[in-house]
């Protein structure tokens, strides 16, 4: 269970976080979360697909990272193989919320929290958050520029989603994996650009996409699909 | 007149109407003024008669009803106070005390290919015929939602309806008619029905907009049937003799709390001469007491509904309640299409709500007309004899179905239910399925047709819901060892999804309110 609690220096002096990527921290994991704004980066390494949240239904984009669940093919004992981690991988433990100001002046306020049951989190290995001047760590301030860009990235992929959903953009799809060992694997439950009623999409669609900075980013998640081809690999290679 | 069938009017809206309008425009280009370009719907709908509101409750056929109609399912569950019904749990109709039985909407496990009501028989004492064979009495009977917010519109994890409200839902329709789909609306009292030379009606006379002429007209006006019944003098056949239920008092009656669990099924409760319907939706309970005045006044049928609503909703609710009689001649017109006029709704019948049937004849009806539209006047007479062949049929099987629930019944306590198994008031086709039920359970050839609307499945939930006994064969069959084998290997799967269903799903109030709240996708 997690346990979020609002960072503060006066609590937090000691904290620190282990940022190495392994099994024992949660990073077996067969999908990330991610949003438009990171995928030229993430369509660099891992397939974009999307999938439907089971608490409300709401479509949302992610990087497929294994097949099987709690697989994350990228992870080996050496950490994340890959030039780049999904933000919302790298945010553990922390998370951004917002408080609500009670002078209502600028409504919400964002606030950084931190998750004090992750195993991350300790007084003894791994980045300090503060430094001995009480001034927040070279690593907290990365952290925090991590999650203003998760914040803006994720009302971004509201309005992504939204448009995605409006234009009928989305279908399910099935993924069938033929594996060297000869196992027949099915991939099910994602959904993927329906590049027919893509290529259909009038001016003014496109148009209207493209002001939103929705077109470049739905362009990625299709040549994504290139990235498929290491990842079976990847699987292939494990079975060996 | 023109030859072709190109303009239809149908009088009356509610529920009937519009339903009507709906499914017929939806399978056919209309808009408005096109009768060049070949297919015209008008409906007339009074401004000063108020619709009855009677059927909120549904068959799952309604989600393909809706869907064909173009309708958001999210749009639907918002505008018109919907929740999901799965089925119907019956209390009190076999000895008249605590005795309970479900009749879900899904078929049992494999059914297709399996009749495992044969096999129950040997575990009957153990477990309920509906639970051994499907999860969905389970999943009702805690209040769960028959899927969960990520399945997509129209889909679902077990089969469903709905509850809803009816004028609501009139209401939301006659929106989706006239902007989506192009019907005429045309608000209007009917002061005279004018005839052609042949005998068709060639128009009908309104008030405020003139005559409307028209080359099918549809009698949606309700139980008062003003064109088939009243113009053209088709008499009603009364089934009062077979079902004794003649009069229904109805009350909406509130939560006690606004997010009180919501009963994802219809609840009917046996009462000394008659059943009281309890109806979940999400902002209200309808509840109402169905009776036969030959066997109750209605100060006393009026007692046993406050009784029900005092025990289930409070004393309070009880003392509120605001109850609305309805009264109706158990039956059907003697045929439903005559001429070039077609009756759907209660102007062609009416009978108990006991199964929904209301809502669902009025889907298959206006579906026939749509799909079998006459190309022209000549073409008409052979359509509308195979309609009336079909429904005469249809009506007859809710008949034999309905009754079923009665015959059923080992309750002695009122002359209700001693009348209802005098062999007098059975009808002779039940009777014959019965005596054949002695010796062999309900199976797919005890059916006639393909789009037979109660599934021989329908019969074995209410006959081994109601403690009905089928002997097991006299002699052993050579694949008896394999059908028992494979029949216990189904009971296993069925209780397992059934704990996986329970586990996974959501409950009706959960769901809608995320309904309400994020939608259902699409896909």
Known sequence: ?240 | MSNSVNRIVIVGGGTAGWLSAGIIAAEHYSAENSVSEGFQLCLVESPDIPTIGVGEGTWPSMRTTLQKMGISETEFFRECSVSFKQGTQFHGWTIGGEDSYAHPFTLPHKYSENNLAAHWQSVRDQVKFADAVCPQSRLFNNKLAPKNIATPEYACNVNYGYHLDAGKFADFLRKHCVEKLGVVHISANMTAVNSADNGDIASITTDSHGAIEGDLFIDCSGSRSLLLGEYYGIPLVSKSHCLFNNCALAAQVPYQDPEDPIQSCTLSTAQSAGWIWDIGLPSRRGIGHTYSSDHNTEDGARTELLNYIATTAGEQAAADASIRKITFDPGHRAKFWHRNCVAIGMSSGFIEPLEASALVLVELSATMIAEQLPANRQIMDLVAKRFNNKFLYRWDRIIDFLKLHYVLTQRRDSEYWIDNCAASSIPDSLQELLDIWRYQAPWHRDTNHIDEMFPSASFQYVLYGMDFCTQTNPTRRRSDRETAKVAMALFRENAKRTEQLMTSLPTNRELINKIYKYGFQKI
Not at chain 1, 113 to 140: H, K, T
Not at chain 1, 149 to 156: A, I, K, R, T, V
Not at chain 1, 178 to 183: A, H, Q, R
């Open chain 1, 1 to 240: 269970m997690s346990n979020y609690v609002i960072l503060s220096q006066s609590a937090h002096k000691q904290t620190k976080v282990i940022t190495e990527r392994s099994e024992k921290y949660g990073d077996n994991i067969k999908y990330a979360a991610t949003f438009p704004l990171e995928f030229r980066n993430i369509q660099a390494c891992y397939p974009i697909f999307f999938s439907k949240s089971s608490d409300t239904g709401e479509f949302f984009p992610i990087a497929l990272l294994g097949f099987e669940d709690a697989e994350n093919l990228f992870l080996n004992e050496s950490g994340w193989d890959a030039t780049y981690i999904p933000m919302m991988v790298e945010r553990h433990p922390f998370l951004i919320g917002y408080q609500v100001s009670s002078e209502a002046e600028e409504g919400k306020k964002p606030v950084v929290s931190i998750d004090m049951d992750n195993p991350r989190v300790n007084e003894d290995a791994g980045e300090a958050l503060f430094e001995e001047n009480a001034q927040p760590s070279e690593f907290l301030k990365y952290i925090m520029a991590k999650l203003e860009s998760l914040h803006q990235g994720h009302e971004h992929s509201k309005g992504f989603i939204s448009a995605l959903t409006a234009l009928d953009l989305l279908e399910p799809f099935t993924l069938e994996i033929t594996l060297d060992n000869g196992s027949n694997n099915q991939l099910l439950g994602f959904y993927t650009i329906n590049e027919e009623k893509l290529m259909q999409l009038d001016g003014d669609a496109l148009a209207g996409l493209n002001t939103n900075g929705y077109l470049q980013p739905i362009y990625m998640a299709v040549a994504s699909y290139a990235r498929i081809r290491a990842l079976i690999d990847k699987k292939n290679a494990r079975l060996q």
